[in-house]
């Protein structure tokens, strides 16, 4: 099946047969040189089961991308691919497009990215290959291994020094609490950053979270956010100051919201709305449920910056709305509104706001 020629070679999709004979004949080394963008488009029009699962099981450092006969085949859309041998596909493209959806602009994307970013592209694959059989605490540890490894490269070095310096805004208050009932409602409170996620709100987030866990007269913890928007991520002026990336690690596996919420053994609900960028969806994502307002726009943009998300979301969005999507939706920096997130599962209801 052939796309955009514009996009060279790569852009081509290889019956899966031709693409398992490649990836066996081939070193690393050499995929390297045979594949300058690292991706390969497998043809899954009439691929054989056990030949995807070959290709698959080699895990190779490459993107691999299942294109269909086109978004309307049998399944699409319905969240579980067609043949348990594409369950090991990196995407699948039946699976994230939608009835009509333009196949050959999907793939122009998705290859320019990979191409743009390459090694946060083969980073977040790998990383999210092993989500399945890893408990959320563990994949937090590998999620946050693979963050300081890219923070240490040199994409980000180029983000960071194409981007002028801005100085930090700390709030006052940056998370309020209120007891109603058994019920602890913890609202961000930096409506003037968008509810940008410093390290300030982080760690009021933590020990809030870590004080209802050890209540017993709590039944229910609800994250909500003051202003229009849930969370613009990570507050970018704080990005790349860390002076030392290992100590960073252990900082940030130790100190981090979503283990938390996961260890929380009280119902956690999640009502989000607005913006909700990076942390502002890889943090409430963890709760047992997600209410969405309407007006929510949702988006994992830590690829343009030459990173993996950081705060959670290979966990916690991959364990909602599995793997292939995931990798699709950071691969692309694509934003999902409220019934897109609904149908995939990454909210569990859609309501306007209280």
Do not use: K
């Amino acid at each position: 099946m052939a796309v955009s020629t514009a996009l060279g070679a790569q852009a081509q999709a290889l019956p899966a047969a031709s693409a398992l004979d490649l990836v066996r004949s081939l070193s690393p080394a050499d995929l390297a040189d045979v594949f300058p963008v690292p991706i390969l488009l497998v043809d899954l029009a009439d691929a054989r089961p056990d030949e995807v699962a070959a290709l698959t099981a080699r895990r190779p450092p490459l993107v691999l991308v299942g294109v269909g006969p086109g978004a309307d085949r049998p399944g699409a859309g319905s969240g579980s691919p067609s043949s348990p041998a594409e369950a090991g596909l990196d995407v699948l493209l039946p699976e994230v497009l939608a009835p009509g959806d333009d196949v050959d602009a999907a793939v122009a994307t998705l290859v320019r990215a990979v191409g743009e970013h390459p090694e946060a592209a083969v980073a977040l694959v790998g990383l999210l290959r092993m989500s399945g059989r890893l408990e959320p605490l563990d994949g937090l540890v590998a999620e946050s291994l693979a963050y300081s490894t890219l923070l240490a490269g040199a994409d980000f070095a180029r983000w960071l020094a194409a981007r002028p310096p801005r100085e930090h805004r700390p709030s006052a208050q940056p998370l309020l609490a209120r007891r109603d009932g058994d019920r602890l409602v913890l609202t961000f409170n930096r409506p003037e950053a968008r509810n940008a996620f410093d390290t300030v709100t982080r760690d009021a987030l933590v020990a809030a979270l870590r004080a209802a866990a050890a209540d017993d007269t709590l039944t229910e913890v609800a994250l909500t956010a003051a202003g229009p928007a849930f969370g613009a991520g990570g507050d970018l002026t704080q990005f790349g100051t860390a002076p030392d990336l290992a100590r960073a690690h252990l900082v940030r596996t130790g100190a981090s919201a979503g283990a938390e919420i996961v260890r929380c053994p009280h119902r956690t609900v999640a009502h989000i709305h607005g913006a909700c960028v990076g942390a502002g969806i890889e943090i409430p994502a963890f709760a047992d449920r997600v209410v969405a307002a309407p007006d929510v726009a949702i988006q994992l943009p830590e690829l343009r910056l030459g990173l993996v998300p950081g705060a959670g979301g290979t966990v916690s969005v991959t364990r909602r709305i599995g793997r292939r999507r995931t990798a699709w939706t950071v691969l692309t920096s694509a934003f999902l509104d409220a019934p897109t997130a609904l149908r995939w599962g990454l909210v569990d209801e859609v309501a306007a706001s209280r």
